[in-house]
C-alpha cells in the first residue's frame, strides 16, 4: 500500500520518509508552501510568519552572500535539503557548488548552512546543530536576528560540533569553506 492509499484509507503513518513527503506534496494533500521539517521521520512544523528581524537579516544576508560568492557557488533560501530518508530540514539560506540539485544534495557537499534566529535560537542550538553535525555540515551558522550575533560551529565529530565560537556584530566571521567575510553591523 502507499502513503497515499494510506492516507485515503484514515491510516497515517507515524513515520514518513522524504520520498513519501514529496509524494505527497505532488499529489497535493501537502500545499508546496506549506513550512515544515521532517525528522526522524515525523513532520515538524515551523512558523508560517517571519518576524520583521528575521525577515530583515535574512535579506541582508541573502545581498551580502550574492555579491561575495564566487561563480562557482550558489545561494539557497530556504531549500528542502535531504540528510537521510527520514530527515529533510529547511536551513534559512545554504551554500553548495553549482549544479547541485537540493534532492541529491547531502551534508558535507554544503559549504555554508545558516539559521536565522529570533523566537526560533533554542531549537537551531540543540535540535537542528546535532543534526546537521551527524550529517557532516562543516560550517553551521546560528544568527542571531535580535542580539545581533552570529554563533558559528564547525568540525562535527559524532554528532556534535567541537569547535563553537561566538562573535559580536562588529566582528568579522569568515566561512570556513568559502572565501567569504561577514561582519553584521556591516551588511547593507
Known amino acids: 500500500m502507499t502513503i497515499l492509499q494510506d492516507i485515503k484509507a484514515g491510516a497515517i503513518p507515524a513515520r514518513l520518509t522524504v520520498d513519501q513527503l514529496y509524494d505527497l506534496t505532488a499529489a497535493g494533500t501537502l ?5 515544515f521539517e521532517l525528522i526522524d521521520g515525523e513532520i515538524v512544523p515551523m512558523a508560517a510568519a517571519k518576524t520583521d528581524w528575521h525577515s ?17 557557488l550558489r545561494l539557497f533560501v530556504e531549500p528542502s535539503v535531504t540528510f537521510s530518508p527520514a530527515l529533510l530540514l529547511e536551513p534559512d539560506l545554504a551554500v553548495w557548488k553549482k549544479g547541485g540539485m537540493p534532492r541529491q ?34 560550517d553551521y ?35 570556513a569553506l568559502v572565501d567569504v567575510t561577514i561582519r553584521l553591523d556591516a551588511l547593507d
Open 141 to 175: 551558522w546560528v544568527v542571531d536576528a535580535v542580539r545581533q550575533t552570529i554563533r558559528t560551529h564547525r568540525l562535527p565529530v559524532r554528532g556534535r560540533y567541537t569547535e563553537v565560537e561566538e562573535f559580536e556584530a562588529h566582528q568579522p566571521v569568515t566561512a
Open 31 to 35: 500545499a508546496e508552501d506549506e513550512k
Open 56 to 72: 530583515i537579516m535574512t535579506s541582508r544576508l541573502t545581498r551580502a552572500l550574492v555579491l561575495a560568492l564566487p561563480g562557482d
Open 105 to 138: 544534495v547531502r551534508g558535507p557537499d554544503l559549504m555554508l548552512v545558516i539559521e536565522v534566529a529570533d523566537s526560533s535560537l533554542g531549537y537551531d542550538l540543540r535540535t537542528k546543530a546535532p543534526l546537521y553535525a551527524e550529517h557532516g555540515v562543516r
